[in-house]
C-alpha cells in the first residue's frame, strides 16, 4: 500500500523553530512537495524537493532523503500566521500527488 | 497569477441529487484534479485529468464522474448523492511536467442531507 505519516499535531512558541517530518512508503516517487493551509482557505505549495537535501526559502526549509523515505519541512522564526495545517505529498509518475493527512501548527505568543 | 475558480462556496442538496462541481482555471494548465478533503483523512484524490476528454481515477472514484469537455474546465458530477458525500471538495490544475506545484481553488463544502 501507499501511506504517508506525519504528526497530527504541533505546537510551539513565536520565534521559535519548528520541524514537521513526513515519513512516505510510495511506488514510482519522484519528489516530495510541501502545501500550507490556513483554517478555511485553499493549500498553497511550498516547496519541492525532488533530490537528496535541503531546500532554503525564506523562513522555510525543506529536506529530502530518498535512501530513508524521509522529509521534512523547517519553519524558523516562527510567527502567529503560520498558524496552519501544513502537507507532504508525494509526487509521483502521471503528476498525481498523494497527500498526508497533514499536521496542525499552533503558534502561541 | 493563477487562477481557479469553483462554481459554488458553500452548496445543500439532498439525498438522490445529481450535483454538479464546477471548476476553472485561466492558466491553460494541462493538468487538473479533484479531491475531497474531510477532517483527519487529509486530501483524497477523486479524479484527475490530463488533457481534454481524458481521466485518470484517482484514490475514491466511486459515487463520482468527471467531464473535461474543455481545458480550462473540469467538472464533477455526484451521479446520486448520499450523506457520505458530504464534504469539502477542492479542485487544483497544475502544468504537466512532474515538478509543478498544483494551483487549488477555495473549494466547495457541499451538504448533502
Known amino acids: 500500500g501507499q501511506s504517508l505519516e506525519q504528526p497530527s499535531e504541533v505546537t510551539a512558541v513565536e520565534g521559535a523553530i519548528v520541524q514537521i517530518n513526513c515519513t512516505y512508503q510510495?511506488?514510482?516517487?519522484?519528489?516530495l512537495s510541501w502545501y500550507q493551509q490556513h483554517d478555511g482557505g485553499a493549500p498553497t505549495f511550498l516547496s519541492y524537493?525532488?533530490?537528496?537535501g535541503l531546500e532554503e526559502t525564506g523562513r522555510f526549509s525543506s529536506f529530502l532523503s530518498r535512501s530513508d523515505s524521509y522529509g521534512y519541512l523547517l519553519l524558523q522564526e516562527l510567527q502567529m500566521k503560520d498558524s496552519a495545517s501544513y502537507f507532504c505529498?508525494?509526487?509521483?509518475?502521471?503528476?498525481?500527488?498523494?497527500f498526508g493527512k497533514g499536521t496542525t501548527l499552533s503558534v502561541s505568543s | 497569477d493563477v487562477k481557479v475558480t469553483q462554481s459554488s462556496r458553500y452548496l445543500v442538496k439532498r439525498t438522490g441529487e445529481k450535483v454538479f462541481l464546477e471548476c476553472v482555471q485561466d492558466?491553460?494548465?494541462?493538468?487538473m484534479f479533484w479531491y475531497r478533503q474531510d477532517p483527519g483523512l487529509g486530501l483524497r484524490l477523486i479524479y484527475f485529468?490530463?488533457?481534454?476528454?481524458?481521466?485518470e481515477k484517482g484514490d475514491i472514484p466511486e459515487g463520482y464522474s468527471v467531464s473535461r469537455e474543455k481545458k480550462e474546465r473540469f467538472s464533477l458530477i455526484l451521479e446520486s448523492a448520499s450523506t457520505n458525500q458530504t464534504s469539502m471538495y477542492l479542485c487544483?490544475?497544475?502544468?504537466?511536467?512532474?515538478?509543478?506545484?498544483?494551483?487549488f481553488g477555495d473549494g466547495t463544502r457541499l451538504s448533502i442531507l
Open positions: 487544483a490544475s497544475s502544468l504537466v511536467e512532474d515538478n509543478q506545484p498544483q494551483h
Open positions: 510510495t511506488s514510482g516517487f519522484y519528489g
Open positions: 524537493n525532488a533530490l537528496d
Open positions: 505529498a508525494v509526487n509521483q509518475a502521471g503528476t498525481a500527488l498523494i
Open positions: 492558466m491553460d494548465h494541462e493538468n
Open positions: 485529468s490530463y488533457d481534454v476528454k481524458m481521466k
